[in-house]
């Protein structure tokens, strides 16, 4: 079939939404808020209720819409299938029976993900046109088929967001299903995705941000550290340490930045910089991880997705609220911004400085394995007695310029857990919430490509000081959005 110009994919126009929406706020020209729209009324060119034939996107059936998975569309509407692969259990375009049809054995996440992200970044969930439409394409989503079954357990896993697909793309379909339920006030559909999340913490091991049952790709360790991000930013549940493990044990590790071990994976002396200029071309970029080497490849996906992890977990770190005069700290890691810094030492010491700059006062969340009776608070070097509720201090009467340090123990604990897919019960070794050993160390897994080793902290075992080095940093004047 000949390759038309104008043709186009649901899933990828659909993502595109958000991207158009962080290029509105960052520039303030409503043209990329008419972009949005267009791509968004174009999902739903030629739909109508009730049954129908090809072309429609989406198709209807019954009370449900879906578009066919593994589809691109063009201008006039003609449906055009990939052939990508050989689709599984599946022949376009008929409606997915279960999710595991298509190339990517992700059908909830082609059919749901990015034209509900459209509607609800563009219309909060309901179109004006077509009000039903994300009823019906939810409603897909939902079906029996496309979540686990759960017969054996006694409940259905279609009510509580249970399923045993393509993590990635399950992680992702709920990141922007909570959109949609909050736009939607839809209290159920909140529940669900937080069920859902949870459900995927009991797998492997959270504390060190290890949840997939075989290889973690970048792109699930980002979503994950977003959904955690948007459940406890919608008051579902806390889980800053969630996305505290996610960052510091499974995202740096998953970002190559050492030049010297990028040499030698190009078969290169470490001290060798003849290829340094295409190195560093690729230096920052997301790969796929075990639970103690990563791949020696990097792949588009993980690479496109690591920004967005990144600034998830950036911009969860502190929040002001300008009307209150409170700036929030979720996580202790490192940020500059226009209200407070934030300097973390952890984990070579337990110990945290916020310099205020615009806050009255501070909310300050205390990690889950701190002891908060055991936290000490200096105000510009004065003990002071910070007021407590739960696991949070709040320190009233800020000046520009005071500096707030807390000081705790950081406790060090070694743990085993088993990972029945590696047939390893891992020892692992935390100071704080960092992981500084694991053990056994596998080597790479036979059948998958060539793997290097992560998790290498040494120096973070019993160091007590913390390189200090002075640099410029940048503050930006401007949050944007999380979409």
């Not at 007695?385 to 000081?407: Q, T, Y």
Request: proline fraction near 6%; charge should be neutral; hydrophobic fraction near 35%.
């Amino acid at each position: 079939m000949d390759e038309l110009p104008d043709r186009t994919s649901v899933a990828k126009n659909s993502l595109s939404v958000a991207a158009m929406f962080t290029c509105l706020d960052h520039t303030g020209n409503s043209g990329w808020r008419k972009a949005a729209e267009l791509l968004a009324n174009g999902l739903i060119r030629n739909y109508a209720p009730g049954e129908g034939v090809l072309p429609r996107h989406p198709v209807v059936v019954e009370d449900r819409a879906y578009y066919p998975v593994e589809c691109t569309f063009d201008s006039r509407g003609r449906w055009y299938f990939s052939n990508r692969g050989k689709p599984q259990n599946y022949k376009p375009p008929e409606e997915p029976a279960i999710d595991a049809s298509g190339a990517e054995g992700a059908a909830r996440w082609y059919v749901s993900t990015g034209p509900m992200l459209a509607i609800t970044q563009v219309y909060q969930g309901v179109h004006p046109r077509m009000p039903d439409l994300a009823k019906r394409i939810l409603r897909f989503s939902l079906k029996p088929g496309m979540w686990k079954n759960t017969d054996a357990e006694g409940y259905p896993a279609n009510e509580h967001g249970v399923s045993d697909g393509h993590f990635t793309c399950h992680t992702h379909y709920l990141i922007y299903l909570l959109d949609y339920a909050i736009a939607t006030h839809d209290d159920w559909l909140k529940q669900f995705v937080r069920e859902g999340y949870d459900y995927q913490r009991a797998g492997g091991v959270s504390r060190m941000g290890w949840y997939w049952p075989g290889a973690q790709e970048g792109d699930f360790t980002v979503f994950q550290i977003a959904l955690g991000v948007r459940l406890s930013d919608a008051g579902l549940g806390d889980y800053w340490d969630d996305v505290d493990a996610l960052v510091r044990n499974r995202l740096v590790e998953q970002q190559y930045v050492d030049l010297r071990a990028m040499r030698q994976i190009a078969g290169l002396k470490p001290d060798d910089m003849s290829r340094d200029a295409l190195l560093t071309k690729y230096q920052g970029g997301f790969t796929v991880s075990w639970p103690t080497t990563i791949d020696k490849f990097m792949y588009g996906s993980n690479i496109a997705s690591g920004t967005f992890g990144l600034y998830h977990a950036w911009h969860g770190i502190t929040r002001f609220d300008k009307a209150s005069g409170v700036a929030t700290v979720n996580l202790f890691l490192n940020r500059t911004s226009p209200w407070m810094n934030v300097a973390s030492w952890l984990p070579y010491q337990g110990k945290v400085e916020l310099t205020n700059k615009q806050a009255t006062r501070a909310d300050v969340r205390i990690p889950g394995w701190v002891d908060i009776n055991q936290v000490k608070c200096f105000k510009n070097n004065a003990p002071i007695h910070a007021a407590r509720h739960n696991h949070r201090l709040f320190i009233h009467n800020l000046a520009p310029g005071d500096v707030i340090r807390l000081e705790f123990p950081q406790p060090v604990s070694t743990d085993h857990y088993y990972l029945p897919t590696f047939s390893h019960n891992y020892a692992i070794t935390w100071r704080g919430s960092t992981v500084v050993d694991i053990g056994p160390r596998d080597g790479g897994f036979p059948g998958y490509p060539p793997q290097w080793p992560i998790l290498q902290r040494d120096h973070m075992k019993t160091a007590n000081t913390v390189e200090v080095r002075r640099v410029k940093r940048f503050v930006s004047d401007k949050v944007l959005p999380l979409y």
